[in-house]
Nanobody
Framework: VQLQASGGGLVQAGGSLRLSCAAS????????MGWYRQAPGKQRELVAT???????KYQDSLKGRFTISRDMIKKMVYLQMNSLKPEDTGVYYC?????????WGQGTQVTVSS
């Protein structure tokens, strides 16, 4: 399984970005998909996940600003990020949990300038 993340870029504080994650095969079999991020010098952290049943989970500090969604037919998962802050800067990774293993995308860089 390959996960291709896109949509990152440079944005000013207060702006928005929408990240996309394209899966190479059907996402129906995944237990969950989500987004993680890693800031320079920091550990990778959970941003948001969406379970197979549609339930979502967010890092507490991101609730209200970030929204995860998916399109099962298009095999896509999205992350809408609003009111971006400089501390949101980092590499954002798409992640999928399969029945036997999990998968990571290559990451997309998000840079928020102040």
């Amino acid at each position: 399984v390959q996960l291709q993340a896109s949509g990152g870029g440079l944005v000013q504080a207060g702006g928005s970005l929408r990240l996309s994650c394209a899966a190479s095969r059907s996402i129906f079999s995944f237990n969950a998909m989500g987004w993680y991020r890693q800031a320079p010098g920091k550990q990778r952290e959970l941003v948001a996940t969406i379970a197979s049943g549609g339930g979502t989970k967010y890092q507490d500090s991101l609730k209200g600003r970030f929204t995860i969604s998916r399109d099962m037919i298009k095999k896509m998962v999205y992350l809408q990020m609003n009111s971006l802050k400089p501390e949101d800067t980092g590499v954002y990774y798409c992640h999928a949990v399969g029945p036997l293993s999990d998968y990571w995308g290559q990451g997309t860089q998000v840079t928020v300038s102040s």
